[in-house]
Every structure is written in structure tokens, then in C-alpha cells.
């Protein structure tokens, strides 16, 4: 019997819809597994090993090959602009990166404006691709407070209800992009473990198209 595929599951708002996603297409997880403080865990069939990570950590394990796939949002992925494999978009965790200011603020991209994110990369792609140069401030934490504390003149950030941005006072200006997770493989594991991972593939594919 070969080893365990090794495969990064998401932290956060998208595990449970992962866990889903992989339970209709047959790859189940023990929930004693699930409700475990183990880091490792496998699925019933002991074809898989799973590992919990941050969704910007599992792109690096999966870049270097300590992990042979994972699941992370394309955020994350048109950010670090990884050399992994992307076959498949899963349809879950969607949401978009939107530009937000506050309230009755105009913005006049004419003039200097001051751009907070967690996404330098991909806010300084989006205005370079509208002839607009901006100031881009990489933040870590909660984003919507720059602009009320005069850091920044307006974000770009993740957004998926609108309610953070209403309850701070801010409001959509233009989407930068949409959001959502893809199944993503090491290009090694993808030419050594090709049977393993097209089967992967396939039944992802399946359970993704008869959940629209």
C-alpha cells in the first residue's frame, strides 16, 4: 500500500466547508479525529494524512513538498504568486477582495492616496492596471481601522458579508477580485504520485459539480 496522500486542510471560515466538500466526494474523517488536538490525522480509508495549517502556510508547505496538496483561496495565491499546481476550483469559500473607504469620503486617485492591506502585491497590480499610483501600507491585523485612525486613506481587503466594513463606517468602491479556494499540488508529487493525485482530482471535480 503506498503512503498517505499528505494533503493541508484550511484554518478558519473554510475548514468546515472543506470537510464537506471532502466528505461528498468520499473522504471522510473519523469527527474523534476531527474533535482531537492530534495535528496529524487520517481519513477512514488511511489513504490521506491530513494536516490543520493557516491557508498561507499550507502554499508553503505544499510549494516545498512537505505537504503533496492542499486547499487555499486564490487571495493567498495571487499574492505569493507560488509555483504549485492549480487544477481545480473548489467553489467554496468565496468572497472577494474589494477597495473600501469611509463614508462620504471621495477619493481623488489624482492625488497621493494611502492604500492600507494585508495584500501589497495584488492592491499595488490593481492600480498599476488603472495608471494609478498609490502608497501601499502592509498591515498584519484588523484593516478597517486605518482609515478612522488616519493611517490610510482607504483598504483593500477581504470581504464577504459587508458587515465589518458597515459596522466601521466604510463602504465598496470597486472590487479588486473574487475569491475562492482551490485544490493546489506540488509539482513533484504531481509527476511521482499522478495516479493518486488525477483520482484526487476526479472526485473533488465530481462532488464540486454536483454541488453547484
Known amino acids: 500500500m503506498s503512503e498517505p496522500l499528505r494533503f493541508g486542510l484550511p484554518k478558519g471560515r473554510v475548514f468546515d466547508q472543506a470537510i464537506a466538500l471532502l466528505s461528498s466526494a468520499g473522504i471522510n474523517i473519523s469527527p474523534e479525529y476531527l474533535d482531537s488536538r492530534r495535528l496529524i490525522v487520517p481519513d477512514v480509508n488511511g489513504k490521506f494524512s491530513f494536516v490543520t495549517l493557516k491557508p498561507i502556510d499550507i502554499l508553503v508547505y505544499v510549494e516545498s513538498g512537505a505537504l503533496d496538496a492542499g486547499i487555499v483561496g486564490t ?36 492625488q497621493h492616496i494611502r492604500i492600507a492591506t494585508k495584500y501589497p502585491k495584488t492592491a499595488q497590480r490593481f492600480f498599476l492596471s488603472q495608471n494609478v499610483h498609490v502608497q501601499i501600507i502592509r498591515l498584519e491585523g484588523s484593516v478597517e481601522i486605518a482609515p478612522l485612525l488616519g493611517l490610510a486613506d482607504a483598504i483593500v481587503d477581504l470581504v464577504e458579508t459587508g458587515r465589518t466594513l458597515n459596522d466601521n463606517g466604510l463602504h465598496i468602491i470597486e472590487d479588486v477580485h473574487h475569491v475562492s479556494s482551490k485544490l493546489i499540488i506540488n509539482r513533484t508529487a504531481m509527476k511521482l504520485r499522478a495516479k493518486t493525485i488525477n483520482h484526487l482530482v476526479s472526485q473533488l471535480d465530481s462532488a464540486v459539480y454536483a454541488n453547484p
Open 75 to 110: 487571495d493567498i495565491l495571487r499574492e505569493l504568486e507560488s509555483d504549485v499546481y492549480e487544477p481545480l476550483d473548489l467553489k467554496i469559500g468565496k468572497c472577494k477582495l474589494a477597495l473600501a473607504a469611509p463614508n462620504g469620503a471621495a477619493l481623488a486617485f489624482d
